[in-house]
């Protein structure tokens, strides 16, 4: 069984940074990904990589201004966020999942746990 926690979220005005983490246990998936979802909105895909060989992929919203990471080590992802929008408002959620294709990894139906959830608000 996988297990995933995120930490990291808060409160940040726009322009600002903010980091989170998802610590995951358990079976290795083959990608980690990070979405998220706004209050009244559906849930949107924000950025994943790949455990091996740590390929990454993102939604062109956050393109530039996002960096996700991995620690193989620690079990550890990471998305660094700078130059904050209050449009980044939401609760990210961090997911393992088995996506081979671009198109699937972006895809949250190809993911099977997921975690809590970390809010993340970008004041203006």
Known sequence: QVQLVESGGGLVQAGGSLKLSCAASGPRRYVLGWFRQAPGKEREFVAAIRWNGGRTYYADSVKGRFTI???????????????????????YYCAAGGGVTTTQTMSGEWYDNWGQGTQVTVSS
């Open 69 to 91: 990471s991995r620690d193989n080590a620690k079990n550890t992802a990471y998305l660094e966020m700078n130059s904050l929008k209050p449009e980044d408002t939401a609760v």
